[in-house]
Structure formats: structure tokens, C-alpha cells
Nanobody
Framework: VQLVESGGGLVPAGGSLRLSCEVS????????ITWFRQTPGKEREGVSCISRGDDATYYAEFVKGRFTISTDDAKNTVYLQMDRLEPEDTAAYYC???????????????????WGQGTQVTVSS
């Protein structure tokens, strides 16, 4: 199993980025994929989750209305469209996969079996 993130970079506040998480070795219908982010000295926090099998999406309050998660099943890829970016969104972003999703704790990093290596997002003020 491999998850590979891409699409990070430097963007001014108010700008947009689209992150990609290319997944191999598992199918999106059987796994939930979540985007997490982490800044130095802080806990890794859940940003957004998609479960194709349940046809469900979840968002952290701090990104609702700004970020959109989606999939391209043909490419086995999960996207995170990030709009109206803020300096507080600066972080390393990771995607992770779990075969068992607990909806009430989708944001818990402890429930995920597979992780990507991360991509850096920097939002300048």
C-alpha cells in the first residue's frame, strides 16, 4: 500500500491549492481517506475525510466552506481543494487510509493504518 501526496506549495492568503493523494494497493470503495495536517510542536489534526463506501464526507470546523474533498475513482486519487487559504492553514498535509471508519472520530490519527509522506503548504500573509 502506498499513498503519495502532491500539490503543496507557497500561496498568498486568499489563494487556492489542490492537493492530491494518489493511492495504490487498495481500493477507495473499501477504505476511508482522510487529510491531516501538522505544524511543529502541535498534534496532527484531521482536516477532511471521504468514505466512498458510505458516500460520506467530513470536515473540520475550521475548513468548512473553504475546503472540498473529492475522489477520482478511475485514478484512485483523493483531492483536497483548498480555497480562501489563511496563514493559519500553513502546515504539512498528510493523507491516510483506514479500513474501519468511526464517524464520530474520523479525525483521530490513531485509527489509520496507512500514511503518505506529506506535502508542505505555506500561506503567506
Amino acid at each position: 500500500v502506498q499513498l503519495v501526496e502532491s500539490g503543496g506549495g507557497l500561496v498568498p492568503a486568499g489563494g487556492s491549492l489542490r492537493l492530491s493523494c494518489e493511492v495504490s494497493g487498495l481500493t477507495l470503495n473499501n477504505y476511508a481517506i482522510t487529510w491531516f495536517r501538522q505544524t511543529p510542536g502541535k498534534e496532527r489534526e484531521g482536516v477532511s475525510c471521504i468514505s466512498r463506501g458510505d458516500d460520506a464526507t467530513y470536515y473540520a470546523e475550521f475548513v468548512k466552506g473553504r475546503f472540498t474533498i473529492s475522489t477520482d475513482d478511475a485514478k484512485n486519487t483523493v483531492y483536497l481543494q483548498m480555497d480562501r487559504l489563511e496563514p493559519e492553514d500553513t502546515a504539512a498535509y498528510y493523507c491516510a487510509a483506514t479500513s474501519v471508519l468511526y464517524p464520530n472520530s474520523w479525525f483521530s490519527r490513531y485509527d489509520y493504518q496507512y500514511w503518505g509522506q506529506g506535502t508542505q503548504v505555506t500561506v503567506s500573509s
